[in-house]
């Protein structure tokens, strides 16, 4: 069966400090991967995907970038924290050959910046 | 592009009674995918129920139930004999039958009342 593994669960970091959040999925092959970050009490805001190694796509210009660097990894980075990048951040797949399963989320990283 | 609007920001329901939520989307695709996902206090994001759009048929899991109107673009999740443990946000999101990513609602938080 498939599984998304994401860590750490949470992490307070400094201002101007450099993060690395990493995302696995076992038990499929070229899954789609995203990114999302979302605020206490809001919605999902979709920050990067990545449908094959080394290809991603960001949605909204910030101070974070990801990477791909095997087909069932991703990462969420940043060389230096801003207090805007708190928040909550999912990692999630998706199947393109079946796309009415819809994703499968990791547990979550609660990232607060002081 | 698609969107997905949740009218209700919050609800809240006694126990063991019925609620439903509402989401209506915008899109000019004929075939496509819907979904609800639940976000309870521990924040993973766990799918409730799905829907295909070419099958006229409701969906059901358990307590939980849709009323897809395709013409009208509705699809409404009704949760019966309400329970503590389905407090939780409740994200609406449309899939594309090609490529897996999915468009999410703002979210409704539902509370459950003893």
């Known amino acids: 069966s498939q599984t998304i593994h994401q860590w750490p669960a949470t992490l307070v970091q400094p201002v101007g400090s450099p993060l690395s959040l990493e995302c696995t999925v076992e038990?499929?092959?070229?899954?789609?991967l995203y990114w999302y970050r979302q605020a206490a009490g809001r919605g999902l805001q979709l920050l990067f995907y990545?449908?094959?190694?080394?290809?991603i796509s960001s949605e909204v210009p910030q101070n974070l970038s990801a990477s791909r660097p095997q087909d069932r990894q991703f990462i969420l980075s940043s060389k230096k924290l801003l207090l805007s990048d708190s928040g909550f951040y999912l990692c999630?797949?998706?199947?393109?050959?079946?796309?009415?399963?819809?994703?499968?989320f990791g547990s979550g990283t609660r990232l607060t910046v002081v | 592009a698609q969107t997905v609007t949740q009218s209700q920001p919050e609800m809240s329901v006694q126990e063991a009674e019925t609620v439903t939520l509402s989401c209506t989307y915008d899109?000019?695709?004929?075939?496509?995918?819907l979904f609800w996902y639940k976000q309870p206090p521990s924040r993973q994001m766990i799918l409730v129920i799905r829907?295909?759009?070419?099958?006229?048929q409701n969906a059901t899991e358990n307590r939980f139930s849709v009323n897809f109107q395709k013409a009208a673009k509705s699809f409404s999740l009704k949760i019966s004999d309400s329970q503590l443990g389905d407090t939780a946000m409740y994200f609406c999101?449309?899939?594309?039958?090609?490529?897996?990513?999915?468009?999410f609602g703002e979210g409704t938080q539902l509370t459950v009342n003893p």
């Open positions: 038990g499929t092959s070229n899954p789609n």
């Open positions: 999630a797949w998706g199947d393109l050959t079946a796309p009415g399963y819809g994703y499968t």
């Open positions: 899109t000019s695709e004929n075939n496509y995918y």
């Open positions: 829907q295909e759009a070419y099958k006229q």
């Open positions: 999101a449309f899939g594309e039958t090609s490529g897996s990513r999915l468009t």
């Open positions: 990545s449908v094959g190694i080394g290809q």
